[in-house]
């Protein structure tokens, strides 16, 4: 089991070395304007394959690159309904404060809990490798948070009945 | 008109290439028997850069890719006998079977993911993931193509 989950995270690092080539490209079709081309995706040659890295039937994570923008889509294991509940909450509580993280995007890519959206800016005020190293970190993170998050759910449920359930 | 004409050509050589499935399939059937998964593996890849196209092609040889890449157990033991002008290819299909999502199609490719970046660098992932449709394209080869003819004398004589 922990295995896999170490080479699923080897995996999308690799992946994400060898895909976040980034340069600066101002947009083709109006002048002036510099958009990040994985989110328009009005030109095919500037797009390179999209690439989905399943660990299993439930975790999966999207990679799309372009030229100048690059962008990573998470799926997180949700085994039960609480724990669908709580990731819901918990990654809308993170995209919604999207400012202070830079490389967040606000609302998840449709079918996928949270993305993040990476361009050539941010390749050039921050450093590659820790950016990869964040994201691998954050994929770690959320399940562990996930877990505390359902067992104080549970253990706050539990005080809470054998408080009430006292008086009877 | 150029994408047109290729594709009617392409269609003839589908079923051809589909014939040519239907026989490594059974030739790769017969290497598992006996016990030579690496030599299954090879014949499966053989052949499948010519492939871009047909949606379907594709699809069929992937089945066989499957078939040979679930009978391998020793992932070092392949690596130290397989050719590498395989890795590209290789990698292709190994992210092709991370986007089915079936847990042990997903368990193996990942497992022979990992070693084949050590093999064989990131260049290899991110060939894999420049190759899309538009350069095979036979227009925009034939536009690089001139391009290069038109401009290679005029740099060579600068050059001298």
Known sequence: ?????????????NTLEAAMCLQNFPCQEVERHNKPEVELKTSPELLLNPVLICRNEAEKCLIETSINSLRISLKVKQADELENILAKKFLRFLSMRAEAFQVLRRKPVQGYDISFLITNYHCEELQKQKLIDFIVQFMEDIDKEISELKMSVSTRGRLVATEFLKQF | MMAGAEK????????????????????????LKQNKPVEALKTALEGSSHMIRDERCKSANWIVVHRALMAIKDVEGMFSSLDPEYYDILMKYLYRGLSTGDRPTCDQCL????????RAGLGCILRSLADTLFFHDSYFQIRVAVTWVIWSPIWLFYLG
């Open chain 1, 1 to 13: 089991m922990a295995s896999t989950l170490r080479l699923y995270l080897t995996c999308i690092r």
């Open chain 2, 8 to 31: 009617f050509v392409e269609a003839d050589n589908a079923e051809a290439i589909i014939t040519r499935i239907e026989h490594k399939s059974r030739k790769i059937e017969s290497l």
């Open chain 2, 111 to 118: 497992r022979i993911h990992e070693k084949l970046t050590e």
